[in-house]
């Protein structure tokens, strides 16, 4: 009597979590419900079969094995690459492409329940990946109005940094215009793995002065100006070109970089003219050398800070820290004339290995009256903590090669005058008190 009791007891129980298997089952996260619109929204322009992510992460079978090391880089927030410091500063960016935390608790969650695949019915529509061969701003722009090239450049396979600075004609545009934006694209696929960082540079004819008309590093491959703000090109000069080709085990002959040029209509009138990403020192100021206070020991840090006082008003569109491979933080802020002091962005885990630009969103972008004190401060770590130190027993000073060391910002400003600073004060103003409504 008692063994039948207990044997009914058993069949109820199998018969119970029969049922409930399933409903556990769906309640747990899967790959593709769950976790492919993670990957394909912020993962795959960078790790599919022709681009420059170490593996492809396009389906189940290619996710699977690396399922415990997307989540270990995912809750470190290592990858996707996005560097700023998520606690302090300005936190509205256009290209922000970090995760959330409710997206990184979900792959934890299917990492955790065991990886499963799921329905794929639940799989999200494929989209189209651009590859390197496209112009990235085509979508949005159309083809460039202009295209300018490099000279051909012969890549070797190993070795040491490598710098290529051709200079060529500037040819192809009649008149004076205003540059809308501008994309650098090294040649697919190598040039897309090789080229680290570069710059296009218009010397115009009979000048000395500089047009920085494209800048470029891995992480940053275009810079569209804000609506009505643009930069005046002249129509004839020299291109200075300066490259800087990291050898990965593969070479080449003949790579050609390419930057396409969009300019606003013929006549259009714009309410503000750029210079783009201007450089900010914070090495080698006071009348020393460049580079000169750059001394930091084995096993080490070093802080440097440089200051620059704005005469001008001023509008900042994006923020990008240059530093190299002991490079780990800069930031920075604003010192208003009143005395009080804003910290405007924080890069808190700088990796050499991107150069991102971040890009405020329009009713984030500080607005800095004249007098303002832009301060920058970096951090440099040579110790083994470092993961991307090449030798932490080595002194590192100033130099080009990414095991020596710099220490600048690429800001993308623009200087107006008062009257116009007065005119976005009052459309800010504006546009919180609209948000503050709604």
């Not at 795959?44 to 170490?54: D, L």
């Not at 780990?328 to 804003?342: C, H, L, Q, R, S």
């Amino acid at each position: 009597m008692i063994r039948s009791r207990y044997l009914f007891s058993f069949k109820l129980s199998i018969f119970l979590l029969a049922f409930a298997l399933p409903a556990l089952a769906q309640d747990a996260p899967t790959y593709s419900r769950d976790v492919a619109p993670i990957l394909q929204q912020k993962c795959q322009s960078c790790h599919n079969p022709n681009g420059i992510g170490p593996m492809p992460l396009m389906n189940y079978g290619q996710v699977r094995p690396f399922a415990a090391l997307i989540q270990d880089r995912t809750s470190k927030r290592i990858m996707p690459p996005w560097h700023l410091d998520p606690t302090i500063g300005i936190q509205g960016y256009k290209n922000d492409n970090s995760l959330s935390d409710k997206q990184i608790a979900m792959i934890t969650a299917w990492v955790e329940a065991g990886s499963l695949e799921g329905n794929p019915a639940d799989l999200p529509v494929p989209i189209d990946i651009p590859t390197g061969e496209e112009w990235q701003l085509a979508d949005q722009l159309g083809q460039p109005d202009l295209v300018i090239k490099s000279k051909p450049y012969d890549v070797i396979a190993d070795g040491h940094d490598q710098w290529w600075m051709p200079n060529v004609p500037f040819e192809g545009l009649e008149e004076e215009r205003f540059l809308r934006a501008a994309e650098f694209k090294p040649s697919y696929p190598l040039g897309k793995k090789v080229v680290h960082h570069g710059h296009a540079v218009l010397i115009p004819e009979g000048e000395r002065r500089q047009v920085a008309l494209a800048r470029y590093g891995v992480g940053k491959s275009w810079e569209r100006f804000p609506e009505g703000t643009g930069m005046r090109v002249p129509p004839n000069g020299r291109i200075a070109w300066n490259l800087h080709y990291f050898p990965v085990g593969a070479s080449g002959q003949n790579d050609v970089v390419e930057v396409g040029l969009w300019f606003y209509p013929e006549g259009e009138q714009l309410e503000f003219e750029t210079g783009g990403e201007t450089m900010f020192r914070v090495d080698g100021l006071k009348g020393m050398a460049r580079g000169q206070d750059i001394v930091i020991p084995p096993h080490g840090y070093q802080v440097l800070q440089g200051t620059h006082r704005l005469d001008s008003p001023a509008i900042i569109h994006s923020y990008r820290p240059h530093l190299h491979m002991r490079g780990k933080v800069m930031t920075m802020e604003a010192i208003y004339p009143d005395g009080t002091k804003e910290v405007l962005s924080q890069v808190n885990k700088y990796n050499h290995n991107w150069q991102i630009a971040y890009i405020y969103e329009d009713d984030e972008k500080p607005l800095l009256p004249a007098g303002t004190i832009l301060q920058f401060s970096s951090v440099f770590d040579n110790t083994a903590n470092n993961p991307i130190n090449p030798d932490p027993e080595q002194w590192v000073v100033f130099g080009r090669r990414g095991v020596d060391e710099m220490s600048h910002a690429w800001v993308g400003i623009t200087y107006i005058n008062e009257e116009q600073f007065a005119q976005v004060i009052a459309e800010r103003r504006v546009q919180q008190e609209t948000l503050r409504l709604n």
